[in-house]
């Protein structure tokens, strides 16, 4: 964080008097841990004094692809102590699937708010919170009216929604159009109707097979010349990485991170029967590469209405935040998750209820904030 320019944040923390040091940490009264009837695992924690009637945090995680964790975290430790100091509860699901979880984050919640007035008391406002997915699902929230959502804090999040999909959709197929005819520079790839996926069974465990990383890596160096010394790096390779920026807006910084999610991330989506189940949800058909010769060569794929809308409500914004108030923010140099991201709610939430702001970066990061930086937007939402 030391090269990060920051002063959005920075003049809000300072306006904030947060400059001189966050509140010190208050001791939970009480940790608890349990599982929801739908599977989902969930930690509740609560200040000292906490009384029903009381506020409650929900905290969501990001995307996670490894099995699910049966006692979830409750977020970063400075944001957590700040929220405890406020005589706040705190409350987290560990999501009933992994990865693209939003199929049924909003069941989850439900339970979890049912376990909480069961264990501790029935909360009075509900604040949500998360970084990155996990931002996406404070949205989800917000739009949950039966949750009692006054507060939102969506951190890094891919505010567009499943729309993502069709992105990593494009990322995978641009690649191959670009690097099949390179020797030792395609992706493994799936059988039909799916050629376009990892084979089923690389997304079957809970981890990425460590041969299949190497493998994608190996074949990534090859067609794009990431991470091979400047002599080895050819006029092809730039070429290639050249049209594939071009085309997808993703470049050489975040090119391995994007292609994780365009590979096994989105095979996962696919052929996980808790999520499209091999449904036709994503197309390309209409897309224009900006490229005459990658338009005539990208496979074509198309997406069935029904199948589609399975993915939109599993989740995109669009139903009404009502009367919650929203905070998002992003990071400049987000290769990830794009900041642009914000415009997908600029028609969906009436300005009056939604503040935005910006860490400028100087070195690129996904959700790289500073302690001080989460906390001044959670003051400034809490405020």
């Not at 039966?146 to 499943?162: K, M, N, Q």
């Not at 097979?209 to 080895?232: M, T």
């Amino acid at each position: 964080m030391d090269k990060r320019i920051a002063s959005a944040f920075r003049n809000l923390v300072g306006a904030l008097g947060l400059l001189i040091g966050l509140a010190a940490p208050l001791a939970a009264q009480q940790t608890l841990n349990g599982q929801s009837p739908g599977g989902a695992y969930w930690t509740i924690q609560t200040p000292a004094g906490w009384r029903p009637g009381d506020g409650l945090v929900l905290v969501n995680h990001g995307y996670d692809a490894e099995a699910i964790d049966t006692t979830p975290g409750l977020g970063p430790a400075a944001l957590r102590e700040r929220v405890l100091s406020q005589g706040l509860a705190l409350a987290a699901s560990s999501y009933r699937l992994r990865g693209w979880a939003l199929f049924a984050t909003a069941a989850d919640h439900r339970q979890l708010l049912a376990d909480f007035r069961q264990r501790v008391g029935a909360p009075g406002p509900v604040w949500v919170a998360g970084g990155s997915m996990g931002g996406l699902v404070a949205l989800q929230q917000a739009e949950q009216g039966d949750l009692g959502v006054v507060g939102a804090y969506a951190i890094c999040a891919p505010l567009a929604g499943s729309t993502v999909w069709d992105l990593a959709a494009d990322i995978r197929l641009v690649h191959d159009a670009l690097c099949d005819g390179v020797s030792g520079g395609s992706l493994p790839r799936g059988p039909e109707p799916y050629p376009w996926l990892l084979p089923p069974g690389a997304v079957s465990s809970s981890t990425v097979p460590l041969g299949l990383s190497a493998e994608l890596l190996v074949n990534v160096s090859r067609c794009f010349g990431i991470n091979v010394p400047p002599w080895a790096e050819s006029s092809g390779m730039r070429d290639r990485l050249r049209r594939f920026t071009a085309a997808t807006g993703v470049g050489r910084e975040f090119l391995l991170e994007n292609l994780y999610y365009a590979t096994f991330a989105l095979s996962d989506l696919v052929y996980d029967p808790a999520k499209l189940g091999r449904r036709a949800a994503l197309d390309n058909r209409f897309v224009d590469y900006g490229d005459a010769a990658l338009n005539a060569q990208v496979r074509r794929i198309g997406s069935e209405p029904v199948e589609r809308y399975a993915l939109k409500r599993a989740y995109t914004p669009g139903l009404g935040i009502g009367a919650v108030k929203l905070l998002s923010t992003h990071t400049s140099g987000d290769g990830l998750v794009v900041p642009g991201h914000a415009r997908a709610l600029e028609s969906r939430v009436p300005a009056a209820q939604w503040a935005r702001a910006m860490v400028l970066e100087a070195e690129g990061s996904h959700c790289g904030y500073s302690d001080p930086e989460l906390v001044a937007g959670w003051d400034a939402l809490y405020a």
